[in-house]
């Protein structure tokens, strides 16, 4: 079994930046892939950004390249997604995905493990 637990949300203003963290916890050797997904009011869980367990390979959703940055750190397989340049429509429940397999890390389906949800909330 696996645990994610994100934190880092909060309230900022259009411009500023934040890090999210994912820790996770129980068998987390076996996590090929980690991703971070968001779900503004009133819309479906879309995708965000993702990175293999090599590290080397990342993904990243179109509104969020250039300004998002997905990293990992191998030593406690902790996942980073540091967000400058925040923007109103980046308003959203942030949540942390895993998945033991290497398939589709930009599809919502392809994870099996999800932690809580963390908000981050840019004003105008």
């Known amino acids: 079994q696996v645990q994610l637990v994100e934190s880092g949300g909060g309230l900022v203003q259009a411009g500023d930046s934040l890090r999210l963290a994912c820790a996770p916890s129980g068998r987390t050797f076996s996590m090929y892939k980690m991703g971070w997904f968001r779900q503004a009011p009133g819309k479906g869980r879309e995708f965000v950004a993702a990175i293999r367990r090599s590290s080397t390979t990342t993904y990243y959703a179109d509104p969020v390249k250039g300004r998002f940055t997905i990293s990992k750190d191998n030593a406690n397989n902790t996942v980073y997604l540091q967000m400058n340049s925040l923007k109103p429509e980046d308003t959203a429940v942030y949540y942390c995905?895993?998945?033991?397999?290497?398939?589709?890390?930009?599809?919502?389906?392809?994870?099996?493990?999800w932690g809580q949800g963390t908000q981050v909330t840019v004003s105008s």
């Open positions: 995905a895993a998945d033991p397999t290497i398939w589709n890390p930009q599809v919502e389906g392809s994870y099996h493990y």
